[in-house]
């Protein structure tokens, strides 16, 4: 079945970084766009990355130029790096696997990143 694993997330002081990662199995991962979230208490879930199976990337606005996502294939592994975090970056990221066809949403189990000093 499919399954996504973050981890990666932890303490981290303003201005630091983190290396978030998405290990994937059960689904032909190379096809799929995979995308990060994050949701932070009393915020709805909002898209912070996405990339397509073969590296496009997009971002949402707050984090362009400081985030980057990536891919590995082989791995199926998809990585979200953070530069300079900054407090409102504090929330609980979800690697996700879109619908398709009559498949649902696939998310996983979210890891915690908190930044603050």
């Known amino acids: 079945q499919v399954q996504l694993v973050e981890s990666g997330g932890g303490l981290v002081q303003p201005g630091g970084s983190l290396r978030l990662s998405c290990a994937a199995s059960?689904?032909?991962?190379?096809?799929?766009?995979m995308s990060w979230w994050r949701q932070s208490p009393g915020k709805e879930r909002e898209l912070v990355a996405s990339?397509?199976?073969?590296?496009?990337?997009n971002y949402g606005d707050s984090v362009k130029g400081r985030f980057t996502i990536s891919r590995d294939n082989v791995k199926n592994t998809v990585f979200l790096q953070m530069n300079s975090l900054t407090p409102e970056d504090t929330a609980v990221y979800y690697c996700?696997?879109?619908?398709?066809?009559?498949?649902?949403?696939?998310w996983g189990q979210g890891t915690q990143v908190t930044v603050s000093s």
């Open positions: 996700k696997r879109p619908r398709r066809g009559s498949t649902p949403d696939y």
């Open positions: 059960g689904f032909t991962f190379s096809s799929y766009v």
């Open positions: 990339i397509s199976g073969t590296g496009s990337m």
